[in-house]
């Protein structure tokens, strides 16, 4: 980063999706926000591996997400990772229902191997174009469709049961 006004500009812009992606990678707002801070701290320090030239600034900073996130999973991963929410006993039904829902999904999500789930989160959740997911993981675009329809596959099978009884 060239200056102060830079890196809090950079900030401002992509500390937000940075933060979804580290959540929805890890299950755990305390470790993304870590990990985000992280990625960000790296940018100052000298010898810092960020070129603009090489490639862009969101990019770069996807991938510091992920590579921490792994780090970070692969120091724990006996521990598995649980979703911070309490249930809220004064919610309507139609809320529970929805918390409930949501649950399921954040912990069929995390159950999937971390090449798909990866792939799963930047695509649906962040919404990024199938050849950035690619540059952000170093692989083919030809492997990031496959990932992601392996991806939704084994969702919609984790996740079968919980539709046959919606009504």
């Not at 591996?49 to 120091?75: C, S």
């Not at 170093?138 to 996740?159: H, Y």
Request: charged share 30%.
């Amino acid at each position: 980063m060239k200056s102060l006004g830079e890196f809090t500009r950079a900030f401002d812009q992509h500390h937000l999706a940075l933060f979804r992606f580290a959540y929805r990678l890890t299950g755990s707002a305390a470790d993304a926000e870590d990990i985000v801070q992280e990625c960000f701290v790296a940018l100052l320090r000298a010898g810092c591996a960020f070129d603009e030239r090489r490639t862009p600034l969101r990019t770069y900073l996807f991938g510091a997400v992920r590579n921490q996130a792994l780090k970070r999973y692969r120091a724990r991963e006996e521990a598995a990772a649980e979703l911070e929410t309490a249930p809220d006993l004064r919610s309507p039904e139609r809320e529970l229902l929805r918390a409930e829902m949501e649950s399921t999904v954040a912990r069929a999500v995390l159950g999937l191997p971390d090449t798909q789930r990866e792939v799963l989160v930047l695509a649906h959740y962040e919404q990024m174009p199938l050849a950035e997911i690619a540059e952000v993981l170093g692989i083919e675009v030809g492997a990031v469709k496959s990932r992601l329809q392996r991806a939704r596959g084994a969702l919609r099978e984790m996740l079968a049961e919980y539709q046959e009884r919606m009504p």
